[in-house]
Each structure stands twice: as C-alpha cells, then as structure tokens.
C-alpha cells in the first residue's frame, strides 16, 4: 500500500467541467509534487511545493491550479480541460526538496484522468 | 537541458538470468540517482537510490554508479517474470536557490520470459 494517497483514481470530464485531483501524504514530508504522465513516456513535472509554497510551476497551463491547503495535502483543480490533457496525474512527496541525498519521491497510486 | 537516456528496449531476459539495465546522465553535478520500477498501469514504485561511487545491493538489486563516466546501472539477479515492467532511472538536478529537480529517463521495457 502506498503511503500517498490520491482521489480518484479515475475521472472522466467534459471540456466545460471544473474538477479537483486530492492528494494526502502523512509520512511528514515537506514537499508535494505533481506529475503527468502520458503513455509509455516519463512522468513529466508539473509544480512543486516546498513548506507549502509552491516552489516550482514547469510553465503549466493556468487550466490546472494547483493548490497546498497544509503540509499533508494537495490538490489540482482542473478547468477547461483539452482532450490531450488526459492522462495518469501524479502525486509525489519527499522529505526536503532542499536535499540532494536520501529524498527519493514517493508516488501515489495516480489519477487516470479523461477529458472527452 | 539536463538528460537522462536509457534505451527503452524491451530488454528480453530469461527467467533466473541476471537483467542489466543501464543509464547515462549529462549533469556532472548531480549527486543522487534513482531507480523506480512501473508495471503497466501502475505508478512508479522506488527500488534503490544510490549518491556515492561503486556498488550498492539491495536483496536481488544492485545500483552501480561511476560519476566520472556519468553513468548508472541497475542489475536484477535471478530474474523472475514479476520484474517484467519499465524500469525508470531518475537524476537529481540542483536547479540554484536550494531548489532541486528530479529528471527522468525514457525508462527500459524489462520482459523476463519463462
């Protein structure tokens, strides 16, 4: 079982929908991730948030807003979606995003998402 | 632009034989690599990290690491058919500002045949 825990795990959504990806860790870890992940390619960074600031936005689309209500939680809210948007979304912690040594990411079990 | 290359195979192995897969990186600055392992499907799962020259083992993995050829290696012995999946390798990449970034490779398709 997977110490990140990430609702639902699959969404299916119209071009006009608004809707939210939820994210929780609870092993303490300072920075949350979000990752996007299409077929048989790597996952592909989003945002990251550091202390609850986000420290790292990968020039995405302001049709996906990320947001960290506290250190455990994360969530991405989707508007206006595009077809090639679906995708399996990706949350992720670490311990430190200051730390180049032992912060591996932990993942969660992903989001299969469907923009029809 | 930082890379990470594997080659994205699939890397046919049969079943009991030792798997070797293999990653090259471009930042000679970074200090922290890794190895996730994803089934079809699935989310990556960590299999080892590794941030300092030479061997590393862990059960049936061991992680290989040589910075000054830039180059990271993951060897699975006694493949099983349930290591069948795509074995990511992932770098670490100080971006300044005490901000890091982990990058990832293509990943390498792993088949063990019975």
């Known amino acids: 079982d997977t110490e990140v825990t990430q609702t639902p795990k699959h969404l299916v959504m119209g071009m006009t929908n608004k809707k939210s990806l939820k994210c929780e860790q609870h092993?303490?870890?300072?920075?949350m991730y979000w990752y996007k992940q299409k077929a048989k390619k790597p996952p592909e960074l989003m945002f990251v948030?550091?202390?609850?600031?986000?420290?790292i936005n990968e020039s995405v689309p302001s049709r996906f807003s990320p947001e960290c209500p506290n250190s455990s939680l994360l969530n991405l809210h989707l508007h206006a979606l595009q077809p090639e948007d679906s995708a399996l979304y990706l949350c992720?912690?670490?311990?430190?995003?200051?730390?180049?040594?032992?912060?591996?990411?932990?993942f969660g079990n992903g989001t299969r998402l469907t923009v029809t | 632009q930082k890379e990470v290359e594997q080659n994205s195979g699939p890397l046919s192995v049969p079943e009991g034989a030792i798997a070797s897969l293999n990653c090259t990186y471009s930042?000679?600055?970074?200090?922290?690599f890794f190895w996730y392992r994803q089934y079809s499907g699935k989310s990556p799962e960590l299999i080892m990290f590794?941030?300092?020259?030479g061997d590393k083992e862990d059960g049936r993995f061991t992680a290989q690491l040589n910075k000054a050829s830039q180059y990271v290696s993951l060897l699975i012995r006694d493949s099983q058919p349930s290591d069948s999946a795509t074995y990511l390798c992932?770098?670490?990449?100080?971006?300044?500002?005490?901000?890091?970034?982990?990058?990832f490779g293509t990943g390498t398709l792993l088949a063990v045949q019975p």
């Open positions: 992720a912690s670490s311990q430190d995003i200051r730390e180049s040594g032992n912060s591996p990411l932990h």
């Open positions: 092993m303490g870890h300072r920075a």
């Open positions: 948030y550091s202390y609850e600031k986000l420290s």
């Open positions: 930042d000679r600055g970074s200090q922290s």
């Open positions: 590794i941030y300092s020259n």
């Open positions: 992932a770098v670490n990449t100080y971006l300044g500002g005490a901000t890091n970034k982990l990058i």
